[in-house]
């Protein structure tokens, strides 16, 4: 759910942020604003893959998500508050939140749902791992769903500093969450 609720407000209200946030004293225009908002993506896949990685060596996928997870809350106030002062800041701190957001969503949507599904207390049940994907999956939708409508309602009400607590929030949540 929160994994999903931090990925998706990035991927639908990134854009109109950097349209709406000075850069280097200057704003740019929309097209500008969605190019650059690509690389929240690129680091993405960097995080997932590293990701992966990590979760693939150690056998702790659940401990990797909630690392990157819990990493990602330092780096979400970094980029809030100073991703305007420089161009290459903004770039470096937008990818480095995308390593750390999509990572953690790459995990629990493939690995962690893989562990879980398959948990001895579903007694060898082979179905259930599709059945416990698709849960994970649909609560994250729920998620997916949520974090953009309430980006609209907060941004309105308290800006984007409203916005980012959300954010914060929402990753200390989803690291706590996967916490055994």
Aim: proline share 3%; hydrophobic share 50%; aromatic share 12%.
């Amino acid at each position: 759910f929160f994994s999903k609720l931090i990925a998706y407000t990035f991927l639908y209200w990134l854009p109109y942020y950097i349209k709406s946030t000075p850069i280097e004293g200057r704003l740019l225009s929309a097209k500008q604003a969605g190019d650059l908002s690509t690389l929240f993506d690129v680091g993405g896949v960097a995080g997932g893959i590293m990701a992966g990685h990590l979760s693939d060596k150690s056998g702790a996928s659940a401990l990797v998500a909630t690392s990157f997870t819990m990493v990602s809350v330092p780096f979400l106030y970094m980029y809030r508050y100073y991703g305007s002062v420089s161009f290459v800041v903004n770039v470096v701190l937008m990818m480095i939140c995308g390593f750390c957001v999509n990572g953690p969503y790459a995990l629990i949507t493939t690995a962690v749902s893989a562990d879980l599904g398959t948990h001895e207390s579903l007694a060898g049940n082979a179905k259930a791992l599709a059945t416990v994907t698709a849960i994970i999956d649909g609560m994250g939708s729920i998620g997916a769903a949520v974090g953009p409508m309430l980006t609209g309602y907060i941004s309105e009400k308290g800006g984007f500093d409203g916005v980012f607590l959300m954010l914060y929030i929402a990753a200390m949540m989803a690291g706590l969450l996967l916490v055994r």
